[in-house]
């Protein structure tokens, strides 16, 4: 047989070259990202001149031309932003009306917070096994240093305030919701027909009522049906809440998530003779939460955010703490400095989760070719 | 139906009962199974005994039933009549018979099903740490075994994705080995597979074969049934129509349905 014009025969395979270098580099990362067309560059040049006409002004506002010393707003001259309060304030912003002589507790309960999260959130932390019983343990190290008891002045939880009530209705919440969240998932799809209506009844009900109104039911209409003597602290009674309402939401997630897990893989875990439980932990559970992830912390900054809705029942977070300094006559007229002062608490609380998230989702991507 | 192919008794009932030696030989004995789905007839009195050691092959066109029966044996799918006895338990709504049956028997699925999150040694030592409570470091080494079997014992801490398909179908073949069972089912355990890597996993499971496995395999590669198994059988409209040896199936096809199916998927 003759060869035909397309015949081709290659006797030596090509070896393998190094990528071109064309895309590597500051001028190159530039051209490709920045410079590639018309378009992108007239983008570019916009967001340059835009950034040059907000961060100056921002910066002046904030720095160049603040007042930072002072005992009320008169002290403050300037055209810029007023600080003087923040010397004087910053104690109950954090602190609340926590005794002021008692809040290195507050202070050791957030510093120990970082060993009782690094294990669970961090690879290759040193001691991690041992860690982890100090993070089991850290609800109730840091419920003793925070309420008091054996040894340490009680302090009532109507004085807690400030960012640390956010915090701790916040971190609360997320504990408590991610648990509860997960059991009304897998109960909303059991195929016990008690446990799943259930199951729905409360995703539903919780899910279709705003947060506001369930905190006005724990503060003025569950009291009415409980008998007189008996009280329920304010404190519980938000943290049930936000983490019933949370715990709702966070069901319908990681529903989501427990749907995109192919059939195969319950088949695969019942075939080799693993039960329920079993093969909803080891199997189900770790691939459905990793796929729900970026819902999941969604859900967390929702549920940090909405702390500030403990003003409704009377307790004063760092939001509550503001607004009733802005108020006050010596700070009348502070509403800007105050707020973006608490949104920066925010901002780096919320922030963080986010790039928490992303950090985890690269980790447990199993499909990375190494 | 009744085609009285060596060491398949046409009153398998009285049989196991009146001699216990048969009773050891036979591993799984189905009788008068049905099965529907919904309104939908799948399975159609089945009958069907299998000896320890035995290799039996099922073939026939899709929708005819084969996988679901299979399905069934390790519970699956659930059957509405008839009996099911593994290695002299019988399948119930018992859940403490459907775990030892399942320790009993291992599947082997058209997808792999590995874990994805886990890797491959993770794969292969979760059931017996948890199920069969071994000793970590001994699954382990069980494990390595039977990766090294398979032929792929350098791949033990990868992730099934990093995987080819032939390789996670061989490590999925290890997974089930490492419950130590005493069935294998095999359903269509090459058809996902690009036509380079059948091969390498029939290799696999021919070498199984010749450990002595008692193995059934609903599959089309008709060569491996050639060489490895006892017995053929062709199920259509969920019934068996005929079941034979590999080689009197081949050649000398009794039914129309066979021989149209034998036409169709060997003149490819």
Known sequence: ?370 | MADATPGTAPDAKSAATADPTQEYKRIITIEGLNKWFGTFHVLRDIDLTVERREKIVICGPSGSGKSTLIRCINRLEEHQEGTIVIDGTVLSRDLKNIDTIRREVGMVFQQFNLFPHLTVLENLTLAPVWVRKMPAGEAEEIARQYLERVKIPEQADKYPGQLSGGQQQRVAIARSLCMQPNIMLFDEPTSALDPEMIKEVLDVMVDLAESGMTMLVVTHEMGFASQVADRVIFMDQGQIVEQNTPSEFFNNPQSDRTKLFLSQILDK
């Open chain 1, 1 to 370: 047989m003759t060869a035909r014009p397309f015949h081709r025969s290659q006797a030596e395979m090509l070896p393998e070259r190094a990528a071109p270098v064309t895309t590597a580099g500051v001028v190159g990362w530039l051209r490709a990202n920045l410079f590639s067309s018309w378009a992108n560059t007239a983008f570019t040049l916009i967001a340059l001149y835009l950034l040059w006409l907000i961060v100056p002004a921002i910066a002046d506002w904030a720095y160049f031309n603040a007042d930072t010393a002072g005992d009320d707003r008169f002290a403050c001259k300037s055209s810029g932003a007023c600080w003087a309060w923040v010397d004087q304030r910053i104690g109950q912003f954090l602190y609340g009306f926590y005794a002021p002589d008692q809040t290195w507790r507050v202070d050791l309960a957030v510093v120990l917070l970082i060993p009782a999260l690094a294990p669970l959130l961090f690879e290759g932390v040193p001691f991690a096994r041992q860690l982890r019983w100090f993070s089991l343990a850290y609800p109730v190290v840091a419920t003793f240093l925070l309420v008091g008891g054996i040894g340490l002045e009680g302090i009532p939880t109507d004085k807690f305030g400030g960012f640390m009530l956010n915090l701790t209705v916040g971190l609360a919440g997320i504990v408590l919701s991610l648990p509860i969240g997960i059991l009304l998932a897998l109960g909303r799809r059991s195929r016990l027909p008690i446990i799943r209506i259930l199951c729905v009844g409360f995703i539903e009900i919780v899910r279709g009522v705003p947060l506001i109104t369930l905190l006005f039911v724990s503060n003025i209409i569950l009291p009415i049906f409980l008998p007189p003597d008996v009280t329920v602290d304010s404190l519980i009674r938000v943290i049930v809440m936000v983490t019933a309402f949370a715990s709702a939401y966070m069901a319908e997630v990681i529903r989501g998530g427990l749907q995109a897990i192919p059939r195969g893989q319950y088949e695969a875990a019942q075939a080799l003779g693993l039960r329920y439980w079993q093969s909803m932990v080891l199997i189900i559970l770790p691939q459905a939460l990793k796929i729900s992830i970026p819902g999941i912390v969604n859900t967390f900054i929702g549920l940090f955010k909405d702390t500030t809705l403990v003003i409704i029942i009377g307790l004063f977070d760092i939001l509550g703490i503001g607004n009733a300094m802005v108020s006050n006559p010596d700070w009348l007229g502070l509403a800007t400095e105050a707020y973006v002062f608490i949104a920066f608490f925010f901002f780096i609380a919320c922030f963080s989760m986010s790039r928490y998230s992303i950090h985890l989702e690269k980790r447990l991507d199993t499909e990375r070719r190494d």
